[in-house]
């Protein structure tokens, strides 16, 4: 299948644009692309200036090649756009892969800052011209237009003595050597969109928003609970603990927004009864625009986000869209007031049920709350399956449509829930189904949350590495749309030795931990035998990782594979040291093998082979249903085929990570579907949707 691709026609433009399309085809194989060069009034006009230039001075050629047809989508410079896009026809995203963000300075060969004196500054913004003020006061500062090529021959010409450029621009180019001075963002804050890549495509196209879908993280509503950051649930809060950007109301406790990282963005949107802050289509746009940032949005919401929330306008708009989306329930104020109080709504023998509703109308405007209009509500019914045809014969009898959409919900909330959709005629319990359930008689029974959208379009993904590394599978494949079931199917204890080994730890000159979890066994290790941290050695660690969990405690890798982040990667770096006489501790599980001790040995290295932990297989008496199963090693595929056999396999997605493991799966009997290349757990989703989205467009390029 193939999609002619638009962008502008200058150097900088061609060449991001096809180094982001060489990385779709990675994931897409079965895709390939026509790039279709473009000029804009942008290019054209090298007179007006940029500050009162139009919002589509750069994208007007390319917004009407969407639309007319001739292109299927459009890359551009992310900064180069305004959001919401002035034409309402056109619908965007930005790409994940992305450059520094950071301005730079930009002198003649040779020259430096020092040397300037009342130098000529070419600059191209409000804010860069701001910047220049107050860092070179005795500066000139002059307007600069034209290309990045056509910029540096002005400055080399003589024009100018320094210009400020963005920074990605250049090392896009090629041109990382023309960079004199990054300048910190403390000093000169930057467009959110700098260093980013958008795609534009016109609204409504179902291929390009399934696209799409792959490329933007699941937006997530978590209730907040009411009146007490305890009453939040632990999945809440972990959602919280992952956000790029919280969109949060009038909250009773905001010790909550104290649980968003330190990079996440918190944007108040509070509401209170009769008054808004932000109006609510203003919240809908604005959860939507983060999402197509690819920004991890959590939109927090007092009480329980279902209960009078607003919450179907909100998901309202992501469905349009096809953004994938999850909804997490809080601990309303129905509940607080009720249970949290002893005011028990339910109780055997005095009640046993009740009524909820608001005699607020839509607009403000005071409703009915009579019985006539109460007898309008839907019914929810607990602890009434087996009944079920004993209920609705009852209600039909009292007067209910036999039409009425009615719905049985087993095992709520858990991971084999279980919708199974009626009418009050056609209600019955399923047959066989032993499992806990509610009845919901009314309207709400026809309705539902789209679980399909999303890069893994609700694969269910049965992950089955060690738990110190399940957090990030599981946010990886929430991401994208998929939902992750979690079982584990090995734990690591540490070796007595690694305890002997961290006792002698300074008699080494260096550490080797080849995967996050033996770099945080190793770390507890330390904190348990209160080792002394300034005298830890120096470490060696196979990718980034291994380096994020050392950074995690102050320590830091002193040596790390530039690419290739594995054992095989790390050995192929050993040729850029010397090694002769270097004593070093290398640190390995059991099933680990010894290539990285004997090639160090080869080069000299006096090396100590130290099995620091062991794999215990967890075992479970069944295995939930199941679309693809991550393996992290060839003790998770070993502790599967032991319990399970291998034929639960048949038919599903199986993704390894790593050589080994593939090579203990095909030993089992199975092929993988796909290799994670790096030893990252963070490429699980993209693995998973590059497998099951190149099956779907080459169906449909066969289909064309």
Known sequence: MQWKVGTRGSALSLAQTQDALNRIAILFPSLSFQQVPFSSPGDR???????TAPADFFSRDLDEAVLSGTIDFAVHSAKDLSYPLPNQ?????????YEDARDCLVLRLGESRSSLSRPVIGVSSDRREAYVKSTFPDAVIRPIRGSIPSRIAQLDAGDFDVVIMAGAALKRLGLSERITEWIPLEQLPTPQAQGRLAVTFRKGNRELMRFRSCFVKAVRFVGAGVGSAGLITWDGLKELRQADVCLYDQLMDERLLRELPPHAQGVFV??????????QSEITERIAEYARQGLRVVRLKGGDPGLFGRLSEEIGKLDELQIPYRVLPGVSALVAATTGTGMLLTKRGESRGFTVLTPRAEG?????VGIEERGRFPLVLFMSVKLAEDVARHLIEEGWSPDT??????????????IVRATLATLRPREGEEAPGLILIGSPAAGGYHSEMGGLDGMRVLLTCSESILPKAELSVRDLGGVPLLRP??????????????????SYDWVVLTSPSAVRIFLDLLRSESFDWRKVPKLMVCGPGCAVELEKTGLHADWMPKKVFCADGLIATFSDGDWNGQRILRFRSEKAGDSVTQALRDRGATVTDCILYRNEEIRYENLPRFDAVFFSSTSTVESFQHQFGMEPLDGKTVIVLGKPTAATLRKAGREPDAIAKEATVSSLGYLLFGTR???YFAMRSSDA
């Open 405 to 418: 959409p009615a719905a049985i919900v087993y095992q709520a909330g858990g991971e084999e829930e279980k």
């Open 270 to 279: 509070g509401k209170r009864c009769g008054g808004h802050s932000m109006p």
């Open 489 to 506: 199917l090995i734990r690591l204890r540490a070796e007595v030795r690694a305890h002997e080994a961290i006792r002698s730890l300074d």
């Open 364 to 368: 403000g405007g005071n409703a009915d």
């Open 89 to 97: 026809r056109l619908d965007w995203f930005w790409l994940p892969w």
């Open 45 to 51: 006009d090298l007179a007006s200036s940029l500050r």
């Open 693 to 695: 989205f190149a099956k």
